[in-house]
């Protein structure tokens, strides 16, 4: 039985709790069902059926271009496989920056369809009117700061942000608004540590950080880097806990030699009549 099979399921409340007694909360992303399973059958707490589906899923360049039906669809998969883990659901570009009614339609979309436990966009004071609107419709919402992917054209590059005085002190002041408007944490991507902690430590909602150092309340890693499956990818953040990608290549190989040999399939493969 998986570790968390009999455990109790996560929730937001969980998380809050977490922050306070200064356990580190575990966050990883999922886009299928069958790792979906295994990550929250080791027990992660929060599994992000995250934009970088995009990327990872669909090969795509950057987070632009998945659509809300792409997500729901992964969050679909990913639901059908959870027990324990809080399950939150990245809104994509393109679906909630319009104006706040179509930040609460897309995320109903996503609560319902998919049965999700909680939203994520990305963005401080400019979303913060849609956050709101969506906490009006009880739907929880984890904010995103510092890095945010679905930017990369206004950023140009996807480098450590609020290394200078002002955008660091912009992003505590977003940090703080996010927490006012209700968010239950918030994702710290890609930003220098000493800010990460004083984020940290100027609100009381948990921070889940990507490349922000070791001082967040707790730590996110995309699943398929931390693997060792996408290889072309190697920030300095990445701790790699396997290299899935060359055991794959192996295997595959050598199953290539079986059937060219008529190794496979052998006697105790095949069925008698
Ligand atoms: O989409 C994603 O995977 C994310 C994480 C990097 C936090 O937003």
Same mark, same amino acid.
């Given at each position: 039985?998986?570790?968390?099979?009999?455990?109790?399921?996560?929730?937001?409340?969980? !998380?809050?709790?977490?922050?306070?007694?200064? =356990?580190?909360?575990?966050?990883?992303?999922? $886009?299928? $069902?069958?790792?979906?399973?295994?990550?929250?059958?080791?027990?992660?707490?929060?599994?992000?059926?995250?934009?970088?589906?995009?990327?990872?899923?669909?090969?795509?360049?950057?987070?632009?271009?998945?659509?809300?039906?792409?997500?729901?669809?992964?969050?679909?998969?990913?639901?059908?496989?959870?027990?324990?883990?809080?399950?939150?659901?990245? !809104?994509?570009?393109?679906?909630?920056?319009?104006?706040? +009614?179509?930040? !609460?339609?897309?995320?109903?979309?996503?609560?319902?369809?998919?049965?999700?436990?909680?939203?994520? *966009?990305?963005?401080?004071?400019?979303?913060?009117?849609?956050?709101?609107?969506?906490?009006?419709?009880?739907?929880?919402?984890?904010?995103?700061?510092?890095?945010?992917?679905?930017?990369? $054209? +206004?950023?140009?590059?996807?480098?450590?942000?609020?290394?200078?005085?002002?955008?660091?002190?912009?992003?505590? =002041?977003?940090?703080?608004?996010? =927490?006012?408007?209700?968010?239950? %944490?918030?994702? *710290?991507? +890609?930003?220098?540590?000493? *800010? %990460?902690? +004083?984020?940290?430590?100027?609100?009381?909602?948990?921070?889940?950080?990507?490349?922000?150092?070791?001082?967040?309340?707790?730590?996110?890693?995309? *699943?398929?880097?931390?693997?060792?499956?996408?290889?072309?990818?190697?920030?300095?953040?990445?701790?790699?806990?396997?290299? !899935?990608?060359?055991?794959?290549?192996?295997?595959?190989?050598? $199953?290539?030699?079986?059937?060219?040999?008529?190794?496979?399939?052998?006697?105790?493969?095949?069925?008698?009549?």
């Amino acid at each position: 039985m998986s570790v968390h099979a009999q455990a109790k399921k996560v929730t937001t409340h969980t !998380l809050q709790e977490m922050k306070r007694s200064g =356990e580190k909360i575990t966050m990883l992303t999922a $886009y299928d $069902y069958s790792l979906a399973r295994l990550v929250d059958g080791a027990g992660v707490d929060v599994i992000l059926v995250g934009d970088s589906a995009s990327n990872v899923m669909a090969g795509q360049v950057t987070t632009v271009p998945i659509t809300l039906d792409h997500m729901i669809y992964h969050a679909q998969c990913v639901e059908r496989a959870v027990d324990r883990a809080l399950i939150v659901v990245d !809104l994509p570009f393109g679906t909630y920056q319009g104006n706040s +009614k179509q930040a !609460l339609d897309s995320s109903i979309r996503i609560m319902k369809e998919a049965a999700a436990h909680a939203v994520k *966009l990305e963005g401080g004071a400019e979303i913060v009117e849609s956050i709101k609107r969506i906490l009006t419709a009880g739907i929880p919402v984890m904010g995103h700061l510092g890095l945010t992917p679905q930017s990369i $054209y +206004k950023f140009g590059t996807y480098t450590v942000r609020a290394k200078e005085d002002e955008e660091a002190k912009k992003l505590i =002041e977003d940090a703080k608004l996010l =927490e006012e408007a209700g968010c239950f %944490a918030i994702v *710290l991507e +890609k930003i220098p540590k000493d *800010l %990460a902690k +004083k984020v940290s430590e100027s609100v009381n909602i948990p921070t889940i950080g990507i490349g922000a150092g070791p001082d967040t309340d707790g730590q996110v890693l995309v *699943l398929h880097d931390l693997l060792g499956i996408t290889m072309d990818f190697s920030p300095r953040f990445l701790r790699r806990y396997l290299n !899935l990608a060359e055991d794959i290549n192996n295997a595959i190989g050598q $199953y290539c030699q079986d059937v060219r040999s008529g190794d496979f399939p052998n006697e105790s493969e095949s069925y008698s009549s």
